[in-house]
């Protein structure tokens, strides 16, 4: 969507080190989710926030720390400690009541 | 724990072809259900979702998709695909958790 930035869009890592990953959105939307998309997998949620300064751990949270400071950024940091980062991430928006989510453009990380 | 199963994980298929996607889910209480897009280099895009009434809900670009609570499926359907339609198509459900869940993702490619 027009509305939210996901950067870089492609991003390399070395082993032991951190990288992070940035979502921006403009669309005043409350929640944010990050995923993991592998393939015949599907989309895995890692941290979401419904709320600026509040997130939970998703289904595959280990690995992985996230920051809700704005309401419009919602970084994902994917640590030394994540043993297959090797990925798609999405990052998505979503705003109050039944409204469903919508989706950037993804960054693809792979490790060297 | 609340999942969703896409039956055909890969489905090839000649232009004018009738395309249906299973999808069926494990909960049993309310649903909000989604069908989303991913052409390829893209990202995903909501491509019909249900949350109550009529159960028989149409989307963008010919496609639909029908409830049916009693199967706890959610499948989607277009009479005749075209070359452009090749994508992967991902089933999500969100139960009573708040959280979307995915299914595994099907590939369709669609042959001219």
């Known amino acids: 969507d027009g509305g939210i930035t996901q950067s870089p869009k492609y991003l390399f890592r070395k082993e032991g080190q951190n990288v992070t990953l940035s979502c921006e959105q403009n669309l005043n939307h409350d929640a944010m989710y990050w995923y993991r998309q592998d393939p015949g997998q599907g989309l895995r949620l890692i941290y979401y926030s419904q709320i600026v300064n509040d997130f939970q751990k998703g289904d595959i949270a280990e690995g992985y720390s996230v920051s809700r400071e704005k309401k419009e950024s919602f970084p994902l940091t994917v640590t030394s400690a994540q043993k297959n980062p090797t990925a798609f991430y999405l990052c998505?928006?979503?705003?109050?009541?039944?409204?469903?989510?919508?989706f950037g453009d993804g960054t693809r990380l792979s490790i060297l | 724990a609340q999942s969703v199963s896409q039956h055909n994980h890969h489905v090839i298929l000649s232009e004018a072809a009738s395309l249906e996607l299973g999808c069926n889910y494990s909960y049993g209480g309310t649903v909000n259900l989604f069908w989303y897009v991913q052409y390829p280099g893209q990202h995903l895009q909501l491509l019909l979702k249900y949350f109550s009434g009529d159960p028989l809900v149409k989307g963008i670009k010919g496609f639909e998709a029908e409830f049916i609570k009693s199967k706890f499926s959610f499948n989607l359907r277009k009479p005749s695909v075209q070359w452009s339609d090749t994508a992967e198509y991902f089933c999500a459900v969100k139960g009573n958790t708040g959280k979307l869940i995915f299914g595994q993702g099907t590939t369709l490619q669609v042959k001219p």
């Open positions: 998505a928006t979503k705003d109050r009541g039944n409204q469903p989510q919508h």
